[in-house]
């Protein structure tokens, strides 16, 4: 009885912990919904109103429309391709159509300006083969909302072509058969059957690339397309003013929820299972010469424009010209990099099994809405959340201030704010979710029946974590580790927005040299985070070749 009571009192302490992980990840979400409270800025608001707030809200519309389009039509028909049909080059694109995932969208707007502006190698080429001389002809103009919903499509096309590419391998197979008995086509099959029951995966994926479209801030910055994310970066730094920097991203928050509450709608009530047996798509449907040439075009072209054709030049680039200061100065930027992306690494593993633990343990509603409230800061941007993480913040930090002044005659200036902390609570706000899912994945996988094992042999809570469950999960925590490093590596806006003045790293090095139109000089920096974000990508890349066994 006594040993049960002391179980239980665990339970309650790690429910409370989580509790607490829960209300401060909710704390950067809440401060910006409270500001809409604050009318001491209608000043402000009838200005940005009168000026660029339609503009705002224009732009953040076309860019999601096109981006939606973009990356599902992509997304959609390369998955289709990869699963369903064999043709040369079909086991390569299954494993290399996520490469792109490795290049972040301001990454590769540097690069491709580099490559399309008027003296760049392709505009130069053109006017040496045909003479042609400034004026003569036409080019189209990369710096455009139209440029920025390309890169987007490039970049996040891969989101849609792995949840859509899994449907089409669980779903796809009996489906087709039933339809191809009842007498249709390939192309009704998958008009009417394939493309129905993989709805949820494919709204599933297009809505986060919108997520990450409405996040972005480096590239539609550079591209000087106005939007709400460049909007709350310049109220904030060019007007001064926080409650309408909060304000804006209480806007932008309201147009994340809108998303998400669409991709919710839209499955309704609607169940997708494929209850035949067999769950397994063969070879695929062997496409004739010429069918097959075009499928590996179709393959090659989003391959080609998002990871290929950016990742040569900016290798070149890097090669040929690269940062003047390599050496000391970008090695300081990379070690700031690295450490911070390791803090939070590490915290967002432990925090993460402390949530994921709660929840198996307890396996009530209150543990279980915990983790879908840090899992909203995933769908928040990275620009919101340095707004809703410096108002409280600044103010702790202030309050700590006048405290150790008053009381011990200390000057300690900022504790929070002066440093990585606040830097670091931003990060894990926005990435505890994806270091959770991980690990809840990998809890999920072991079976109850050990935590009763442990039970029965006088383990309490922790023991049987540290014990059991520990040993059993260091692959899910290493990968939750590693996509938290990688995440915060190539996060931008909350970098810029909150990073001590004495810290830059190398997302923010990127991002100032190209500013300064010195885009052979970003190239190093930026060849280094493409480099780490390679790693996850190849992890992935890995699950899809064991996928492919596995179907054999």
């Known amino acids: 009885m006594l040993r049960r009571l002391s179980v239980l009192g665990q339970y309650r302490g790690l429910t409370l912990a989580a509790l607490c992980v829960a209300a401060l990840a909710a704390v950067p979400i809440l401060t910006v919904f409270g500001s809409l409270a604050d009318f001491s800025t209608r000043d402000t608001w009838a200005h940005l109103s009168s000026t660029v707030l339609p503009e705002y809200m224009l732009n953040t519309v076309v860019l999601c429309l096109g981006v939606g389009v973009g990356v599902s039509s992509i997304g959609v028909t390369t998955a289709w391709l990869t699963v369903m049909h064999d043709f040369p080059g079909r086991r390569f694109f299954e494993w290399a159509l996520i490469l792109p995932l490795a290049v972040p969208a301001y990454v590769m707007a540097y690069v491709y300006t580099d490559f399309l502006q008027f003296v760049g190698p392709l505009q130069s080429q053109l006017r040496d083969w045909f003479g042609w001389q400034y004026g003569d002809y036409w080019f189209p103009d990369v710096r455009t909302v139209g440029g920025a919903v390309g890169m987007f499509a490039f970049v996040f096309y891969p989101y849609v072509y792995m949840l859509a590419r899994t449907a089409f391998l669980e779903r796809a197979t009996g489906a087709m058969e039933a339809g191809r008995s009842l007498g249709l086509g390939p192309w009704a099959c998958f008009f009417r059957v394939s493309l129905p029951m993989a709805r949820p995966a494919i709204v599933a994926g297009t809505a986060l690339a919108l997520m990450e479209t409405l996040a972005d801030f480096g590239t539609v910055s550079y591209f000087g397309v106005q939007t709400f994310t460049t909007g709350i970066y310049r109220a904030w730094f060019s ?314």
Request: with cysteine; glycine share 10%; net charge positive.
């Open 239 to 552: 007007l001064g003013d926080r409650t309408a920097a909060a304000q804006l991203s209480a806007a932008l928050l309201s147009v994340v929820v809108l998303v998400l509450v669409l991709e919710h709608v839209s499955r309704g009530r609607a169940r997708f299972t494929d209850t035949s047996r067999q769950q397994r798509p063969g070879a695929g449907r062997r496409l004739s010469p010429l069918a097959g040439a075009i499928a590996c075009v179709a393959c090659l072209l989003p391959l080609l424009f998002g990871f290929l054709l950016p990742g040569g030049l900016l290798l070149e680039m890097a090669l040929t010209e690269g940062d003047a200061h390599f050496g000391p100065r970008f090695f300081a930027l990379a070690g700031n990099s690295f450490t911070l992306a390791t803090v939070a690494a590490v915290l967002g593993v432990l925090l993460a099994m402390l949530l994921a633990y709660a929840n198996r343990l307890s396996r009530g509603p209150l543990t279980q809405g915990l983790n879908r409230v840090v899992g909203l800061g995933y769908a928040v941007p990275g620009t919101v959340i340095a707004v809703g993480v410096l108002i409280p913040v600044t103010q702790l930090d202030n309050w700590l201030a006048d405290l150790f002044k008053t009381h011990f005659g200390l000057s300690v200036g900022l504790l929070l704010t002066g440093g990585m902390a606040a830097l670091v609570y931003a990060y894990l706000t926005r990435f505890l979710s994806v270091a959770l899912h991980a690990v809840d994945t990998g809890l999920g996988k072991i079976t109850p029946s050990m935590d009763e094992a442990a039970r029965s042999l006088g383990a309490g809570a922790w023991a049987s974590l540290r014990r059991v469950h520990m040993p059993m999960l260091k692959g899910s925590l290493l990968t939750a580790g590693l996509m938290v490093f990688v995440d915060v590596m190539k996060e931008l806006p909350a970098t810029l927005v909150m990073r001590p003045f004495n810290l830059d790293t190398l997302a923010t090095q990127a991002y100032n040299l190209a500013s300064d139109e010195r885009l052979a000089e970003a190239s190093t920096a930026a060849l280094t985070i493409v480099a780490v974000g390679l790693v996850p990508v190849i992890v992935l890349s890995g699950q899809i070749a064991r996928q492919r066994r596995q179907r054999k």
